[in-house]
């Protein structure tokens, strides 16, 4: 459209200049440069108007799609958020005195480094007997896989930033490595004979991979809510999460 519009300004140009230049003069310059510079000039006018009609209706096209995959993003984000709380939460040996109210606080304390002592082979649900990996493990792989239909279907429309950080939230390879342990203990618990051993399941060595994935959700909170929909926004831990069952009594709720 640039390149329409400079050819237009030219013709603009060379018509005035070769009006003046000749215009006094009785002939076909005087006759038809001006109206043809009117008629230049008209045009320019009338795709300028266009292209500016067209360019807001595409920018609110835009807006709409980036909201849409924010709203998309909530869902796996809240789970993901929720989770790493109740694991942290599980993993504690006391209920603390001062819990805290965010989960950016929540994810950079030392509270965080229990998971690493945690025993995740234990019964996290009674009434199914699923595990607290298995448990963790699936809730990964469905937000894992949200994240890459958020990606796929609207990553040309929402902001880099938040792009980028689902990205890596999806490819972190801490929630890769954690899915892949729940899978495996899922796999040898439908082997009856093999007895479960929960040091081989621990995540003790993982720590450094905890804290960065766990900035990195921090910052995909963050970029999500300055998305624009306070309505959604993903930061305080909810009111009755610490008023729940004890910290020992968490393995194996309903």
Known sequence: MKETYAVLALIIVMVSVVYAIWGAQAGVVADFAPGLATEVVGILVTLVFVQRILDRRQAADRARAS???????????????????????GSLPQSPTRPPRTYRALFNSEWAGWIDQADLTGVRYAWNGETWLESIARVIRLSRHRLSEIIEVYSVHMDVALVEALDEL?????????????????????????????????????????????????????????????????????????????????????
């Open 67 to 89: 909201r849409g995959g924010i709203r998309r993003a909530e869902t796996p984000l809240r789970d993901l958020a929720h989770l790493w709380s109740a694991v942290i939460k």
């Open 170 to 254: 999806r490819d972190d390879p801490y929630l890769a490595r954690v899915e892949a342990m729940g899978e495996e203990l899922r796999a040898l618990r439908g082997e009856m004979a093999l007895e479960i051993r929960p040091e081989e399941f621990s995540l003790g060595r993982s720590g450094p991979e905890r804290a960065r994935m766990m900035r990195t959700l921090l910052r995909a909170l963050d970029l999500y809510n300055d998305g624009g929909l306070v309505e959604g926004a993903i930061d305080a831990v909810p009111e009755t999460f610490w008023r729940a069952q004890s910290i020992a009594e968490t393995h194996g709720e309903a």
